[in-house]
């Protein structure tokens, strides 16, 4: 047999093809409908630009929607979803290719490539698709992990792709032991059921049997595509869509403005307030749980759920859209309209009708009560973990700003931290001390006296106004001056960065903060600004270029570490004890700051002496600290703090080191209720370092 010959007849057995034409009207009909459906909502969302950078997004989408790369972080579950997805496409295409075949003569089920890629790898693909069904029933009906949502559709998709593989085997098994396929071999599942088939059924038998399974295959397949954008399974739609214009930048520049002098409402407590691609985020989502099991609050079993918000304000969005979107029936045929006001597709206002009120979504589901909302710590552990990059948290952040703003409803804690913000600059309601207190006795100059300075020290909030962590900030301080750094500090011209207020969603108040504090930066002429805290970080990096305040910014890790490179710093000393290092969520996980803090433990910890919690770098958990929480006295069998605590205890670690004023406080307070009689100490990694350079004792008493 020459292997350039190889082929085989396309629709053998089978007649009447022209009903295959007419049932994929209406299944196209069906289905593009759906998509439709899917459109127009979107379409009701707020503008938003987010098809820019079209490399950088096509990067994104080979490497998250085809690589998979986010979905394979869980091996098992990876796994068995690139078997069903890399099965259907190459099923889909070797489907395309058949028509082609048929209905243009293409000829390119011919040869080799027929019998390499036609039989051979279509079965392959086809067998390891059955498998991949067969993972995932077992997870889900047999292990059953909690972050998954067990619904009838879930069971049915998995029952119905199972049962068209099934059918594509049975109908070329049959064929090959009918017309003793020569090439029957190079198809080894379908030449399976051909070798079981024989000794059971007669050739008439399997020919009848042929095409009752291809005709019920057609139906099968048919009815699947028309289901489709109506269930789960349109994620392989919406997910590369929403990877295509996921936001580019980090994640801590993820929260979006306000618009005061333009915005009527102020956050979010309707669809209608949402972006367009915040309501593609809901289609979007696979409902794997991902999120829910990474969220810091939720693993102490408070009520948020980040995945329970996207569902339920997806459900929301489907079944009661008139509500949800404040749509009005106007004339006697029951067209639709949207509520007054103006869509991304430029409609005119309605003016002839009263429009109706949207509905608040702020407690219209369960995951959306004022209880699940303020329990976010805004750690984006949830968008860090989606493999569809959804961004949860900025939603729950623009519901808080509602009821911020709009209706006054938050904690009495948080409340009292805006309000000392408004009053005094800082959200530290108790404190008597002032931003010079850590400065006593060392040798530091003003903005306004020092123009010639380096870097501009950044003290923050935490680091002058907490007294653990003003330690900090001398350390920090003596090391700039060992290393020969002209450096200045704002002192009592320093205001909080407006981080807390941010995150607490009093977007007002930190815009005020935000633009004062660029004002006085300008008038210092400061370029660049080195900081302590990851929150004020994120916020001079990612969020106040959007007020003209673009600064070179360096988290006080990243510029120590850079002295240390350049020989301005000379560590001389180890600490021998082990250590373990906390990654800051809005250092880490938010600005991908991870090498550097690293680098200073292990300068200043002994050979072999650093080592690593279970959860760290982008995977780490949450201190507790974070959007607003650390204002809020949590429940004592409810804290956050506590779990990572314990996570850090598990190492035998006798150092925890971090680099955040509120992961030293929170991360105190949780090592101190869980160490028991063990001597356990948390350092900042400036602090570690400091250790490891100050002038020993002998070069103090004998200076050169």
């Known amino acids: 047999m020459n292997p350039a010959e190889a082929t085989r007849e396309i629709y053998w057995n089978i007649t009447y093809i022209w009903v295959m034409y007419a049932l994929l009207l209406p299944t196209a009909a069906i289905a593009g ?11 009701r969302g ?3 630009a987010r098809f820019d950078r079209p490399q950088e997004r096509i990067k994104l989408v080979v490497k998250h929607a085809v690589a998979q790369r986010r979905t394979a972080r869980n091996l098992y579950a990876g796994l068995f979803h690139q078997f069903i997805s890399y099965g259907f496409v190459i099923l889909t295409i070797a489907t395309t290719i058949v028509a082609l075949d048929a209905d243009f003569g293409t000829a390119i089920m011919r040869g080799r490539f027929y019998l390499y890629f036609q039989s051979f790898t279509v079965d392959l693909f086809g067998a390891l698709v059955m498998l991949g069904v067969l993972m995932a029933a077992l997870r889900r009906y047999v292990k059953r992990p909690k972050k998954l949502v067990y619904t009838n559709e879930a069971a049915g998709i998995l029952a119905l792709i199972f049962l068209m593989c099934l059918q594509g085997f049975l109908a070329e098994g049959w064929r090959i032991a009918v017309t003793n396929d020569p090439w029957g071999a190079w198809s080894p599942f379908g030449n399976m059921v051909a070798r079981a088939s024989r000794p059971f059924m007669t050739d008439e038998q399997m020919r009848a049997a042929h095409a009752g399974v291809w005709w019920f295959h057609l139906v099968t397949a048919f009815a699947f595509i028309a289901w489709l954008p109506y269930t789960k399974m349109m994620h392989v739609i919406t997910a590369p869509l929403n990877i295509y214009t996921a936001n580019l930048e980090p994640l801590g520049a993820t929260l979006k403005n306000i618009d005061f002098e333009k915005t009527e409402s102020f956050g979010v407590n309707s669809l209608k307030s949402f972006t367009w691609k915040d309501l593609l985020d809901f289609d979007a989502c696979t409902e794997c749980g991902r999120c829910t099991a990474v969220c810091p609050a939720n693993a102490v079993g408070k009520e948020l759920s980040p995945r329970d918000i996207i569902l339920q304000l997806r459900d929301l969005m489907h079944e009661r859209p008139r509500d949800a979107f404040g749509l009005v029936a106007i004339g006697g045929n029951g067209a639709m309209s949207i509520e007054a006001g103006t869509t991304p597709a430029t ?5 002839d009708i009263e429009a109706r009120k ?7 589901v369960p995951a959306t009560s004022t209880v699940p909302l303020w329990q976010c710590t805004t750690c984006a552990a949830c968008m860090e973990a989606c493999p569809v990059f959804i961004e949860q948290m900025p939603k729950i952040v623009d519901m808080r700003r509602y009821l911020v703003m709009e209706e006054a409803d938050f904690p009495d804690s948080m409340q009292e931290a805006v309000m000392s913000l408004e009053r005094r600059g800082h959200p530290f309601t108790g404190t008597q001390a002032t931003r010079l207190d850590w400065a006593e006795g060392l040798n530091v100059k003003h903005a306004g006296d020092a123009r010639d300075a380096e870097v501009l020290l950044w003290v923050g909030c935490g680091g002058a106004l907490i007294e653990r962590n003003q330690k900090v900030t001398r350390a920090t301080a003596q090391l700039l001056e060992q290393a020969g750094v002209k450096f200045a500090i704002m002192g009592r011209d320093e205001k909080c960065s407006g981080d807390p207020a941010r995150r607490i969603g009093n977007e007002f108040l930190f815009e005020q903060l935000a633009r004062e504090n660029v004002e006085n930066l300008k008038r210092f002429e400061v370029k660049s600004i080195v900081t302590a805290c990851p929150h004020c970080f994120n916020t001079f990096k990612n969020e106040y270029p959007q007020y003209g305040g673009s600064f070179e910014v360096y988290h006080h890790s990243a510029y120590l570490a850079k002295l240390v490179e350049e020989g301005r710093l000379k560590p001389h000393a180890m600490l021998d004890k082990k250590i373990t290092f906390h990654d800051p969520c809005y250092l880490g996980r938010q600005n991908g700051v991870y090498d550097a803090p690293r680098e200073l433990v292990q300068i200043s910890a002994a050979r072999g002496r650093a080592v690593e919690m279970e959860r760290s770098r982008n995977k780490s958990f949450c201190c507790g600290g974070g959007g ?6 949590e429940p004592p069998d409810r804290r956050v703090n506590q779990e990572r605590a314990r996570e850090a205890l598990e190492t035998g670690a006798d150092v925890l ?11 105190e307070d949780g090592i101190n209720a869980r160490k028991g009689e063990r001597d356990v100490k948390v350092m900042d990694v400036s602090e570690l370092l400091w250790e490891a350079t100050k002038p020993r004792r002998d070069e103090v008493n004998n200076p050169r």
Do not use: K, N
């Open 33 to 43: 409908y759906g998509i439709y459906r899917h459109l127009s909502r979107w379409r």
């Open 46 to 48: 707020l503008p938003l």
């Open 347 to 351: 409609q005119e206002p309605t003016t």
């Open 358 to 364: 949207p509905l608040a979504i702020i407690g219209a």
């Open 628 to 633: 607003g929480m650390s204002f809020v006295d």
């Open 657 to 667: 080191a971090v680099g955040c004023p509120f992961c030293m406080t929170m991360m």
